[in-house]
């Protein structure tokens, strides 16, 4: 190419750089070393140039290699900490070095020495969605592979790296984002680095301050510390766990920080005003409290328990321990009854008073969350089945199976917990078909429907049934 090629003949070579067969041969005629030459921050053509070097570095290793050799991370540095880049000027750099990247530890290497952290910072400090996409990309890839996991621990485990993490998440909150690598990312950190108290706590501490890694979560959940930073740093991961529950592994470190938060949240969740929006609701306290219990709830969504320990099972078996159950069933008892229960309750029924000093649900789908995590937790464990029978709360799990308009697919949760609590354990079906026999048969938050409680005599399961007549 010579040094005053047109925009035409740029844009043939551009139209040639997106076949394999095309980049194949202008990486045997240099075009990279030409590229590169043409690359300055104040060219007309500095975009162009930048996507033509993009595709010729797309799966091409004799271009990805050129581009090492010939010192492409300084060149491109050069442009993209410019003050004069624009964003379509970074997103298309950025990519480039996302490209090289792919080929291999050498590659990932260059890029994370010249670019870590001072380079990285400056770009997360970018309030675009196109630019934190491609950065997102960039920085998984870095700390990926051979050498990904000690890059991993810089990004982890240093106050600058933290900084880009968190520069990262606000530009994500207030930009958003298109493409899964912020969310890969974020849970490579937080959950498989085991680093999502560090992270935490950095969201917790002001740009000019280090982050102290030893500091403890009590001193982080004061009203005035909590952002919405880290309600969405948990809804992130949250999404993860939901949506590729196969693809991610989850430490115990990680449940139980998770499960610490949720308790230490609820001292600071106002129970007393009702709040009709689910989350996310504005509040950090109200949504990272909503998150804890979507991410619990996952975690324990295990759908092969065996009788031999697994890790799966041993996870769960650890946020037993820590008193989860106990913890969801206290704040289910203390809930006022779901609302169609509550229009149909009298006051001098001695059997369901009306009790003013409930708590209500701090966002739409709490009581439903709740539920979800006891369903889950009573998956074919007969040690959580049990425990909800001694703790005399089958009662308390049969009020749940309602419609309501609080909590969206309350009854469909409510029915599953059910299931759970009673398959496989004969004396909870047994309690169950005592309960049949008592008057009233079946609570009235459940005949309000025109449904009541029956055993089935063949599986000797509880189910609901209309009210004949």
Known sequence: MAPNQDEETLESLLEASKTPEGRSRLAASGAVATTLRHLSASSPLTLPYLRLLRNLCAGEISSQDSFIDLSGPDTLASILLSSAASVEVLRAGIQVLGNVGLAGEVHRAAVWVRFFPDGFLRLA???????CDPLCMVIDTCCSGVGGRQRLEELCGTDSGLRILQ??????LKAG??????????FKACVEEQRFLSLFLTLSSSEESSTNLDISLTSVF????LTTQHAFLLDILSKCLTERPKEVTVSGKFALEILEILKMIYNIVDFTTRVNA???TGSPAIDLFGCSLLILRDICAWEDARPTETDKDSLVNLLLDEGLLDFVLSRLEELEPPAIVRKSMVKEDNLFPVELEKRVCPYKGYRRDLISVIGNLLHRRKRVQDKVREKQAIPLLLQQCVVDEENPYLREWGLLAVRNLLEGNEDNQKEVAELE??????????SGLGLKVEVDEATKRAKLVNISG
């Open 125 to 131: 400090r970018v309030r675009e969605r196109e630019v």
């Open 437 to 446: 026999l008592k008057e009233p048969i079946t609570p009235p938050e459940i």
């Open 222 to 225: 004061k009203p005035e510390l």
């Open 167 to 172: 520069e990262i998440i606000e530009t994500a």
């Open 177 to 186: 984002y298109r493409e899964e690598w912020l969310e890969w990312l974020l």
């Open 278 to 280: 689910a989350i996310p």
